[in-house]
């Protein structure tokens, strides 16, 4: 006997739902303010968004932080790069535990401008936990300008303690 299709007026089975889990973001903004280095807190990073494994954070163009260049220091951004993805990693294990950086391997691909004298927008900053290991995590790191462009892509390496 032939198999029958379906009819457009059978009820469709229902679609399987996947347990997404929270994120904690008041945790997030917390660990942000105070497990990092104080030198770090001065970046002025703000929590944007965060999903399970991915966090997203605004990091200010400040004069501070502009070389003579005119431009954002690398040494700014990968500071940026490495804070945002200690935050992701707790976004996906859902607690903070102690962890350290093995590697981070940046690549600049267009300058972010900046005055030395005035507060000059915004960059945003992209971390993705690509794998979550028992002892290591692996992830990568976006550097956006202003207008969303790529300015720095990092890949790192995580050892957890």
Known sequence: MPARSPSSTEPAA???????????????????????????TELNLRLLEARPGEVVLALPVAPRHVHGGGVLCGQTMMAAADTAMILAIVSQTGAFRPMTTVQLQTSFLRPIPGSTTEHSGEARVVARVLRLGKSLVFGEIEVQDAAGRLAAHSTTTYALL
């Open 14 to 40: 229902p679609a399987a739902t996947a347990v997404v889990p929270s994120v904690d973001i008041a945790a997030l903004q917390h660990l942000l303010a105070t497990v990092v280095s104080p030198w770090v």
